[in-house]
């Protein structure tokens, strides 16, 4: 257990409705991620950060936008969700140990957008 | 970026037998993790490797990290049906980090 908490775990909601969804950690990683796990593409990274106020792209970042106002959260948001955003959503931390980094993820969160 | 070529897709076993599953590369790593997901519920860490070469073992599973640091394989020995699941790789280079896209495995009692 990496101490991840998502919420929320599942959420319906409208087409054009902004969204956004939590990731809470409570052991002070600085690595976070999200990811979407969709069918026939595996997960796929949307943006990431490296600590506060510092956070970058991933390779399917178009109609998200993330914020890190502090250690412990790192929030995604949908702006105007749309149905190909339907997905499942993975906050993941970066654990450093004498072997080497570690990627935990936490429970997901199911979105449907009808 | 482009995934990493895990097999076989899926995987119809009977309790008892032993499973294997790899996952291939054109890239480098530096780090070779293996995860389990079931229905509803996040990837959990099930092994992860360091060192090209190395063999590591949890419980009944056991996974290598390839001397060309381009593959890993995990083998699960004496399968049980709890084992049932979606089994994938995740390859970590310097800079990006890329996943297979699954084995489903399901054990018949």
């Known amino acids: 257990d990496a101490g991840i908490t998502q919420s929320p775990r599942h959420k319906v909601t409208e087409t054009g409705t902004p969204v956004t969804l939590r990731c809470h950690q409570t052991?002070?990683?600085?690595?976070m991620y999200w990811y979407r796990q969709d069918p026939g593409h595996g997960l796929r990274l949307i943006h990431y950060?490296?600590?506060?106020?510092?956070?970058d792209k991933g390779e399917v970042s178009d109609g998200y936008s993330v914020s890190r106002s502090k250690t412990e959260d790192f929030l995604l948001t949908l702006e105007s969700a749309t149905s190909s955003q339907t997905s499942v959503y993975f906050c993941?931390?970066?654990?450093?140990?004498?072997?080497?980094?570690?990627?935990?993820f936490g429970e997901g969160s199911w979105l449907t957008v009808v | 970026g482009q995934q990493l070529n895990q097999s076989p897709q899926s995987m119809f076993i009977q309790e008892g037998e032993d499973v294997s599953m790899n996952c291939t590369s054109s890239?480098?790593?530096?780090?070779w993790l293996w995860y389990k997901q079931d229905p509803g519920e996040g990837p959990v860490l099930l092994i992860a490797l360091y060192k090209a070469g190395e063999l590591t073992s949890n419980g009944r599973l056991t996974a290598q990290f390839g001397i060309t640091r381009k593959d890993s394989f995990l083998n699960i020995s004496a399968s049980i049906p709890s084992d049932v699941g979606i089994y994938f790789c995740a390859g970590r280079g310097n800079n990006d980090m890329r996943f297979g896209a699954g084995t489903r495995l399901t054990v018949k009692p």
């Open positions: 052991e002070n990683h600085r690595y």
């Open positions: 993941a931390i970066s654990a450093q140990s004498n072997s080497g980094n570690t990627i935990y």
């Open positions: 950060s490296y600590g506060v106020k510092d956070t």
């Open positions: 890239s480098i790593f530096n780090t």
